[in-house]
Structures are given as C-alpha cells and as structure tokens.
C-alpha cells in the first residue's frame, strides 16, 4: 500500500494509504476516462500504480481500456515479472512490454506513485509535425508543468522508450512520445491523468494557435512572474531552470533548484 492524497490534489499533508482494492478501482475509473476522452483506441495505453515493495499494479497487454475490470489488473516486480498466484480473470493476461517506461519512470522518480502513457492524438500530431510544447504561452502549463519536452523517437514497445525518457522524466511530470504518445506522472492515477488531460488540452490550443498563424509568447516578465512561481512551491527542479531559459529567455530565476 502506498501514501495517497485526496483526488487532484498534489500537494497538502499525507492522506490515509489506500488499499490495493482501491487502487483498483481507481485505475479502471482512470482507464474509462482515457478512452471515453479518446486518448486511447483500441488495445493502446497502459496505467500502473507503485503499490510499495517494489510491487507494481498494471493495465495488462491487449486489452480496451474502456472495458477492464479491477480483477482483470496485475501485480509485478521491478523486473516486470507477474507476482502471486493467477487465477479467475487474471490467469492468462500477459504483461505489457510499455511497462518498462514505467519502471524506468519509478526508477528515476521515487515520489511518482502512479505512470499513464496515453495516445492522445493532438498531442502526438503535433510532434510529427515538429511543433513543441515546450514554450512559453499558456501560463497553465508554465503553473502545471513549466514546460511539456518532447523525448527523442523510439521504436513502440522496445526497450528504447524507457531510455527516450532519462534525461527528462526527472524534471517533467508530463512528456510526449515523438510520434507515439504521452507519459504523465503523479501522486495517484486520478493526479497523473489530470495531467493528461492538460496536456492534450494544451496541444489543442497549440494547433489552432498553429492554424491562425499568430501565436505570441509571454512577455519575458510575465513567464519570469510564473518561474518565480514555480520555484517558491519547490516546482522548479532538474534542468527546468536551464530549459526555461533556453525557451523562453527567463534566467536567473529567484529560488531556483530547490530541491524535488
């Protein structure tokens, strides 16, 4: 069992530990909203929890995420090895080979309790078309994430997705997969989707922005306001301070690097 916080919340005191029942439950609500929001089709996505002990609850391979049952997820190690006996409608579920970008992300990230990799669309579009997300001009996603990395391109479901995301996991709690999707992090799973759903809802806006042909960045003093705002909460940890100064000319930073 793990300690959770309130839904949404990701900050505040610890809260009571959640069972793995509960887990359960919450992870099959996550999945629904995944592919009732569309991002997810088909088989595609996975969504684990860390549960403690180097035990981890997954989506398991090959399944629509709108139609799994809490009885139908499984217990793994580190190694991605199913734990425990199998029986009912767990017996002949195989593990997902994605799961291994999760692994890495709890490798790289000890305060990440829950690991969503999604597909959602507008996102991935605009990473085949070349337009990032990491910069300054929605304040929300300064305030949410600092800013949204794109990771290198990695063959789906091979060992190079956990390796496209060193480097960045560490600094960001929400990624995007070049060409093949997301991965968003959290304090629970309801917390790491939340995360998705801004995400998506931020390359939504970066297309029309796109498609108008007239986006404007922040005002240097305005993203510095939102940095300063980061790094008073502890937000603005890892490279963040650096990458903000690359994107958008904010360096310097009061109280930056405090740590995670």
Same mark, same amino acid.
């Given at each position: 069992?793990?300690?959770?916080?309130?839904?949404g919340?990701?900050?505040?005191?610890?809260?009571?530990?959640?069972?793995?029942?509960?887990?359960?439950q919450?992870i099959?609500?996550v999945?629904?909203?995944?592919?009732?929001?569309?991002y997810v089709a088909?088989?595609?996505?996975?969504?684990?929890?860390?549960l403690?002990?180097?035990?981890?609850?997954?989506?398991?391979?090959?399944?629509?995420?709108?139609f799994?049952e809490?009885d139908?997820?499984?217990?793994?190690?580190?190694?991605a090895?199913?734990?425990?006996?199998r029986?009912?409608a767990?017996?002949?579920?195989?593990?997902?080979?994605?799961i291994?970008?999760?692994?890495?992300?709890y490798k790289?990230?000890?305060?990440?309790?829950?690991?969503?990799?999604?597909h959602?669309p507008?996102a991935?579009?605009l990473?085949?078309?070349?337009i990032?997300?990491?910069?300054c001009? %929605?304040? @929300?996603?300064?305030?949410?994430?600092g800013l949204?990395?794109? $990771?290198?391109?990695?063959?789906?479901?091979? +060992?190079? /997705?956990?390796?496209?995301?060193?480097?960045?996991?560490?600094?960001?709690?929400?990624?995007?997969?070049?060409?093949?999707g997301?991965v968003?992090?959290?304090?629970?799973?309801?917390?790491?989707?939340l995360?998705?759903?801004?995400?998506?809802?931020?390359?939504m806006?970066?297309?029309?922005?796109?498609?108008l042909?007239?986006?404007?960045?922040?005002?240097?003093?305005?993203?510095l306001? %939102?940095? @300063?705002?980061?790094?008073?909460?502890?937000?603005l940890?890892? $490279?963040?301070p650096?990458?903000l100064?690359? +994107?958008? /000319?904010?360096?310097?930073?009061?109280?930056a690097?405090r740590?995670?």
């Amino acid at each position: 069992m793990s300690l959770i916080r309130h839904s949404g919340e990701s900050g505040g005191g610890e809260q009571r530990r959640k069972t793995e029942q509960e887990w359960r439950q919450e992870i099959i609500h996550v999945c629904k909203l995944m592919w009732q929001k569309d991002y997810v089709a088909a088989s595609d996505g996975n969504v684990s929890v860390r549960l403690g002990g180097d035990r981890y609850l997954v989506t398991p391979s090959g399944f629509s995420k709108g139609f799994l049952e809490p009885d139908q997820l499984l217990v793994i190690d580190g190694d991605a090895e199913p734990l425990g006996p199998r029986y009912g409608a767990a017996r002949h579920l195989r593990v997902s080979s994605e799961i291994l970008l999760h692994l890495e992300a709890y490798k790289r990230r000890p305060d990440v309790l829950s690991v969503l990799h999604a597909h959602p669309p507008t996102a991935i579009a605009l990473s085949i078309a070349g337009i990032s997300l990491a910069r300054c001009v %929605l304040p @929300e996603v300064m305030m949410s994430f600092g800013l949204i990395p794109t $990771t290198a391109y990695a063959t789906p479901a091979s +060992a190079e /997705g956990a390796k496209v995301i060193a480097g960045l996991i560490e600094s960001y709690d929400a990624l995007i997969l070049r060409r093949h999707g997301s991965v968003t992090v959290g304090k629970s799973a309801w917390d790491a989707y939340l995360k998705l759903e801004r995400l998506e809802h931020a390359a939504m806006i970066t297309r029309t922005i796109v498609q108008l042909g007239g986006e404007t960045p922040l005002p240097s003093e305005e993203a510095l306001k %939102l940095a @300063e705002w980061r790094a008073e909460r502890g937000l603005l940890v890892g $490279t963040q301070p650096e990458d903000l100064c690359r +994107a958008c /000319g904010v360096c310097h930073i009061p109280g930056a690097n405090r740590p995670r």
